[in-house]
C-alpha cells in the first residue's frame, strides 16, 4: 500500500506540475525537478526544456555538486520567468583579487544553458543564478533581463554575438561578469578578469558600470560601440580593440589607464577622466578624440 501511495503522489506532483503556474505556463521548482516537470524531462537536475513555451520558476533550484547543470533549453521559442527565485549551486567567490571555492573546470556546470542546442528567441528573465560554474549562457539572439549572476566560478552571463543582456548584473565571478552582442543597463563589479565583454563585431554597451574589477572594466571586440558608461577602480578601464568608439562616458580612479587600446585607432568624444593612473597619463594607445574630453579639470587629454 505504501509504495501504491507513493507512486500515487509522484504521479500527481508530476502532471500538477505540467501547466499549472498560471497563463499556460510550465512550472519548474525543486519538487517537480525530482521526478520530472513535463514531458522531455526526466528525473534529477537538470530540468530540460524539450518544447516550446513559457516556463516560470515557482521555487528554487539547488545543484549540489559542480557538475551538476540546472537547467538545459533544448527548445526555440522559449521564455523562462524565474519569477525572483533562484539557481543555486555549490560555489563560492570573495576576496580581492577574486577566487572560487571549488574551482570551476573551464565554463563548469550551467545554471541555464541556452547555448548548447542553439535555441533560437530564447528570453530568461527575473531571478538570480549564484553558485555555479557559469550562471547563464545563451545563443545568439537570447535576451537576458533582470538577472543577478554572482559568484559563479568562470562568468556569469555569457551570451554568443547578437544576443542582448539587459538590466543584469554579473558581481563577484571567477573570470568575468558579461559577455553580450548588447549590454544596457548592466553592472559589473569584482570579477577576476573583465567586468562587460562585448562578443562580436560592431557590439554596444550602454548605460552601464564597471566597477572594481580585477582585471578590465570592460574588453571592446573590434568596431564596439559604447556609451554612457561609468567605469571606476578597474586595474585597466577599457581595453579596447581597433575601431571602437567610447562617448559620453565617465572613467574615475583606475588604478592604470582608463583607456588603451591595441590593432587599430579608437575614437573617444565628451568623456571625463579623473584619477586614473594616479592622476598621470589617463589613456594609452592610438586615440582619436572625435569631440573635446574633460581629463581631470582641463581639456588637455589625455
Known amino acids: 500500500m505504501k509504495t501504491i501511495r507513493a507512486l500515487m503522489a509522484l504521479a500527481g506532483l508530476a502532471a500538477g506540475s505540467l501547466c499549472h503556474a498560471g497563463e499556460g505556463a510550465f512550472e519548474i521548482n525543486q ?5 520530472g516537470c513535463f514531458p522531455g524531462d526526466t528525473a534529477g537536475l ?38 525572483g527565485f533562484r539557481i543555486v549551486g555549490p560555489i563560492t567567490c570573495g576576496g580581492r583579487p577574486t577566487t572560487c571555492t571549488p574551482a570551476a573546470t573551464g565554463s563548469g556546470a550551467i545554471g541555464v544553458d541556452g547555448w548548447l542546442h542553439s535555441p533560437s528567441n530564447l528570453t530568461i528573465r527575473n531571478g538570480s543564478i549564484t553558485g555555479m560554474g557559469t550562471g547563464l549562457l545563451l545563443s545568439y539572439d537570447g535576451r ?15 551570451a ?27 553592472v559589473a563589479s569584482r570579477n577576476r ?13 550602454q548605460q552601464s ?9 570592460m574588453y571592446l571586440a573590434p568596431g564596439a560601440i559604447v556609451s554612457g558608461v561609468t567605469v571606476s577602480g578597474n586595474r ?7 575601431g571602437s568608439q567610447i562617448i559620453d562616458s565617465m572613467f574615475r580612479n583606475n588604478v592604470l589607464v582608463g583607456v588603451t587600446n591595441s590593432q587599430g585607432m579608437i ?19 592610438d586615440v582619436l578624440q572625435l569631440a573635446p574630453n574633460m581629463c581631470g579639470t582641463t581639456m588637455t587629454c589625455p
Open 31 to 35: 519538487a517537480c525537478a525530482d521526478v
Open 46 to 83: 537538470p530540468v530540460t526544456i524539450t518544447a516550446p513555451g513559457t516556463y516560470h520558476l515557482t521555487g528554487n533550484l539547488t545543484a549540489t555538486n559542480v557538475s551538476t547543470h540546472g537547467i538545459v533549453v533544448a527548445a526555440s521559442d522559449v521564455t523562462i520567468d524565474m519569477k
Open 144 to 158: 537576458a533581463e533582470g538577472i543577478k549572476a554572482i559568484q559563479n566560478g568562470d562568468a556569469g552571463i555569457r
Open 160 to 186: 554568443r554575438s547578437g544576443a542582448a543582456v539587459v538590466d543584469s548584473v554579473g558581481t563577484a565571478n571567477g573570470r568575468l561578469g558579461i559577455e553580450a552582442g548588447l549590454m544596457s543597463g548592466c
Open 193 to 205: 578578469a573583465y567586468g562587460l565583454a562585448t562578443q562580436g563585431d560592431a557590439a554596444s554597451i
Open 209 to 217: 558600470i564597471a566597477q572594481d574589477n580585477d582585471d578590465y572594466g
Open 236 to 242: 585597466i578601464g577599457i581595453f579596447a580593440t581597433g
Open 267 to 285: 575614437s573617444i568624444a565628451r568623456s571625463s577622466f579623473v584619477g586614473n593612473n594616479g592622476g598621470g597619463l589617463q589613456w594609452g594607445g
